[in-house]
């Protein structure tokens, strides 16, 4: 029985609602799950990090911008560390909204972003 189960990855189920029997994909406990992101069509990779950059620097006047795609190439997460003086006399909360208002259409395509600021002082 386990082996029989362990060669199937291909199980029929009932569809909760609808009473219709169909074959649907059920992960075994020896496959991991499959996780599905839905694409956009955008460009992804380093043109896409490049694009984030000098958006960041032209906005922010920044002495250091750094965005790296951390996901692997589909852009689904991304680091971005911004070093700028239009920060100075703001908290940590107003420049991460600072950053994600100038980055809000590029951030409306991702499923995370970490957020790194500073002053040049600091």
Known sequence: ???LMAMSTLSTAVA???GATRSVLVPQPWQPAIRWFRST??????????????KLLQELEAT???VEDQSGGCGAQYLV??????????NTIKQHRLVSS???DEIADMH???IFTSTPQQ
Request: aromatic share 6%.
């Open 81 to 90: 560390e911004v070093i700028s003086s239009k920060f100075e006399g703001l």
């Open 16 to 18: 909760r609602g609808f």
């Open 102 to 104: 100038i980055l809000k």
């Open 112 to 114: 995370a972003i970490r």
């Open 1 to 3: 029985m386990a082996m």
């Open 64 to 66: 250091s911008v750094v």
């Open 41 to 54: 069509g955008n460009v992804q990779g380093p043109e896409e990090e490049e694009r984030m950059k000098n």
